[in-house]
């Protein structure tokens, strides 16, 4: 007999997105990526955090306050750290990721060749860096798609 209440590979490929996002050291978001290929394989991961090298508690994760002060000039978001993570070109890919990716973001995105982009959350819809990854994956012809049916449940049974 076939198990019937398997994962769908959008459920497998977010769920390895979310729980990269689980090794962010970033108290308020973190982030993962999933870059797949068009068989269906894993060819890059990554989560938002310090570039290599830097130590986690040398640098701020403050939101607010002076530029310098915050984390924003010092973290690798989620998506660039995927790209350059991975072991393969990326043209033609499919992105997971657990929030809709930033303008700076879209740019690489788009660069490596990613066709597809799958997010969870969407919490910066309407912003002006929003808006702008929106248009520019527009312009490049990448799509974009709200996961809706994704939960997370864990069982060990026996």
Known sequence: MIRKDYISWDQYFMGVAYLSAMRSKDE?????????????????????????????????????????????PYVVHAEPNAILNATVPLEGSRMYVTLFPCNECAKLIIQAGIRELIFLSDKYDGTPADIAAKRLFSAAGVTWRKLSDFTIKVSFDE
């Open 28 to 72: 308020s978001s973190q982030v993962g990526a999933c870059i797949v290929n068009q068989k269906n394989r894993i060819v890059g991961i990554g989560y938002n955090g310090l570039p290599i090298g830097c130590q986690d508690a040398d640098f701020p994760w403050e939101r607010e306050g002076d530029f310098l002060d915050t984390k924003y």
